[in-house]
């Protein structure tokens, strides 16, 4: 209890610098009636002053933030070096004030998730504890960030841990409590943005919400989409060029915010003049547009900061456009603008990070209306329906899988008293060297009591060769042929070492192998062990004759 409140105020405390430190940077970088050029320059010079310091000195710092935390959780026992949390904090505080539109939430959550991961190894706990930890600190900075403590613990238990029934539910609501806490006392009771009270004006208004759940969703299909295929495309480049990838979204950003202003920065502003139905059509349409494209440049490009900004940002223009829209051929039968533009975030960011129950919480605090509550849950699960029929991949998992990290789904994640591959695996006491002949493994495994054996050239894993695949090279007398010529790199199946051993039984069944190799989350090439059926079936007190 005492470090989960330790955690909530360090977090709280560092969130509140992250914001006083971006917002007064960007008032000297951006001073009142400055120049044109600033806004063509500036997010040039940030983002190639970003790229070059992530690239040197902070690798482990760019993007959002969220994946790299899930990745810590599932794949890195709990750690996140000081040195990243430095770099993500100072990184993404130069880089948004200089006008690149990212957000800070999700790069916050890294920040506290840091610290916690710092202090539990600092303390001397065990992996287990410190990985405990991960949400702990999460859950603080999302509180302070958003300014809402009990979307902040359904987002730790939604989304990083992926288990509403989390054990450590009692920590991060700790956590969440105090840091929200720490943002009143030191920035007062000001809410992230001022709403209007809501009101439903009609039973037709319900069909409109709808329609705007439909558009959320195609929207953040496209945003999803387009983000994961350009930094796709950007990660194939060479290793030595991501030092100055970042500038190719500065330049966009730059070209873009000397023509108009309202690109640069994450737009809170613009979002609060949304809720309130002052901004107008013109703009709202423009900035869907335009900052659909400059968010998932910036973001593919290596820029650090994160999308949750962004997504309310687009939610809101969306929702206020189709606001204003219904209340000008329907003034009687619909609520001003700013209502869509309210319930437009919340379809957006279920549509987008996948977390429909944190969505309503978010608002919901926000507002403090239960009366927005029906209009939002039928905007949210239709966005979030269509989206996940269109991009299966919720963009988090997606954006770790491109980075080689494979993250749990909800199945394999399982329950936390459950016995899991690590349990029972073993090294594998043979592993067939990759330059080997086929000839030469099926003799030098002659004796062996398996089916299939690990290849690997020195340490690195590249995939699994069976005795029927050795049988048939002989028999069709190309017994020259090396096992690197015979394997599929990674198209075989492999087991991680926290699955769940159900998992685990369910899959071996569907294979004919009796023989799986488990690998690192982090890295597919890293072997860990192996796992053979008989450990499965005898670990269900299954003895195998």
């Not at 609501?173 to 806490?181: G, N």
């Not at 269509?386 to 199945?411: F, K, M, N, T, W």
Request: proline share 5%.
């Amino acid at each position: 209890m005492l470090l989960s409140l330790l955690i909530g105020a360090l977090t709280g405390l560092a969130v509140v610098a992250f914001i006083l430190v971006t917002e007064n940077l960007g008032g000297r970088i951006y001073p009142v009636g400055s120049a044109a050029w600033r806004r063509l320059l500036m997010p040039i010079a940030g983002s190639l002053t970003m790229g070059y310091l992530l690239y040197r000195y902070f690798p482990n710092a760019r993007g959002s933030g969220v994946p790299q935390t899930k990745a810590a959780l599932f794949a890195h026992n709990g750690y996140i070096s000081i040195k990243t949390v430095l770099g993500k904090f100072f990184c993404t505080a130069t880089t948004l004030a200089s006008g690149i539109p990212l957000g800070r939430e999700g790069p916050s959550v890294q920040v506290g998730a840091g610290i916690a991961s710092v202090l539990g190894r600092y303390l001397g706990l065990r992996p287990e504890k410190v990985k405990a930890l991960i949400p702990v600190g999460a859950a603080a900075a999302i509180a302070a960030a958003f300014n809402t403590p009990m979307a902040a613990v359904m987002f730790s238990l939604e989304e990083v841990m992926g288990d509403l029934h989390a054990p450590v539910l009692g920590s991060v609501v700790l956590s969440s409590a105090t840091a929200w806490a720490v943002l009143h006392l030191t920035l007062g009771n000001d809410p992230l943005f001022k709403v209007p009270n809501y009101t439903l004006v009609s039973s037709y208004e319900f069909l409109i919400y709808a329609v705007l759940g439909v558009a959320g969703g195609f929207l953040s299909v496209a945003f999803t989409q387009l983000l994961l295929r350009m930094r796709k495309w950007f990660l194939r480049l060479p290793t030595k060029t991501r030092w100055w990838q970042p500038v190719v979204g500065g330049v966009m950003v730059g070209l873009m915010g000397l023509f108009v202003p309202q690109v640069l920065g994450v737009g809170y502003g613009y979002v609060g003049q949304a809720l309130n139905g002052t901004l107008a059509l013109k703009i709202m349409v423009l900035l869907i547009v335009l900052k659909l494209f400059a968010v998932t440049t910036s973001y593919a490009t290596g820029n650090a900061g994160g999308i949750f900004g962004p997504a309310l940002l687009l939610g809101s223009m969306l929702g206020g456009a189709i606001g204003t829209i219904a209340h000008h051929y329907l003034p009687m039968q619909t609520a001003a603008p700013g209502a869509y533009a309210l319930v437009g975030m919340g379809a957006l960011f279920a549509g987008i990070v996948r977390a429909p129950m944190t969505s309503v919480l978010m608002i919901f605090e926000m507002t403090r209306d239960y009366a927005v509550i029906v209009p939002l849950m039928i905007a949210n699960m239709t966005s979030l329906f269509i989206s996940s029929r269109l991009q299966r991949e919720p963009v988090y998992e997606a954006l770790a899988h491109q980075d080689g990290i494979e993250l749990p789904s909800a199945a394999e994640r399982g329950d936390a008293t459950q016995r899991t591959v690590q349990s029972i695996m073993h090294h594998a006491p043979q592993v067939l060297a990759a330059r080997m002949t086929a000839a030469d493994a099926l003799e030098q495994t002659r004796t062996s009591p398996y089916d299939a054996w690990p290849v690997a050239d020195g340490l690195h894993f590249l995939g699994v060769v069976t005795k029927k695949a050795l049988n048939v090279a002989q028999a069709q007398k190309v017994g020259e042929l090396t096992l690197t010529e015979l394997i599929h790199p990674l198209d075989f199946v492999y087991f991680h070492s926290d699955l769940p051993l159900h998992v685990v039984l369910e899959r071996m069944s569907q294979s004919d192998l009796d023989v799986v190799p488990v690998v690192h989350r982090a890295d597919a090439h890293k072997l860990e062990g192996i796992v053979t059926r008989k450990d499965v079936l005898e670990a269900y007190g299954v003895h195998a004759g």
